[in-house]
């Protein structure tokens, strides 16, 4: 093997033919001492970190023992209060016997919770307000139509009759509505 010497360039590693036995046995001795050494820091550090990951595992699973622990509580409780509803739904004038009563008649209704019944009526708020402005442009409509239609005189008649019917005359209430 090469090192660096002072030179810079590599040099080879000095030979120990020149030491004694007793040299090599202490030097020898002073390497395996070394080694032993950090060896022993390097298992020193290991265990530290285990030790610490140990101690992080241990907190986490006490954290979710505890939170196992609430969510079968609240599991227990729900269950029960499940069970409570379900006798209320065979208690007389419950809901399950208002459907069945109204599933005989014309028109039957279902009753929805009052969160389902909050996010139906929101999504529906536009299709409605749209149905009845179109509601209302109509009615506009055919109201103007029949006074038109009574008060025109018969040249006018013939005049709107020749005229081409991709232009509908100004005169037409729905064209406020917004209908093109």
Not at 34 to 42: I, K, L
Not at 95 to 114: I, M, Q, T
Not at 162 to 178: H, T, V
Request: net charge positive; with cysteine.
């Amino acid at each position: 093997r090469f090192t660096t010497g002072c030179g810079g360039g590599p040099r080879k590693r000095r030979r120990l033919t020149n030491l004694t036995p007793e040299e090599k046995m202490l030097r020898r001795k002073l390497k395996n001492r070394v080694a032993a050494q950090t060896a022993r820091d390097r298992k020193k550090e290991l265990m530290g970190t285990l030790e610490q990951q140990v101690t992080r595992l241990m907190d986490q699973n006490k954290r979710l023992q505890d939170e196992n622990k609430k969510l079968k509580t609240q599991s227990s409780s729900l269950i029960t209060e499940n069970q409570h509803l379900k006798e209320r739904l065979g208690q007389p004038g419950s809901l399950a016997e208002r459907k069945s009563e109204s599933s005989g008649s014309a028109v039957s209704f279902d009753l929805l919770p009052w969160g389902q019944t909050q996010k139906l009526s929101q999504s529906m708020m536009p299709y409605a307000t749209s149905v009845l402005t179109m509601s209302l442009c109509l009615a506009l409509f055919s109201r103007s139509a029949q006074n038109q239609t009574q008060m025109v005189p018969v040249e006018e008649v013939t005049l709107q009759s020749s005229l081409p019917k991709e232009i509908p005359p100004k005169s037409m209430p729905f064209l406020a509505c917004g209908w093109r």
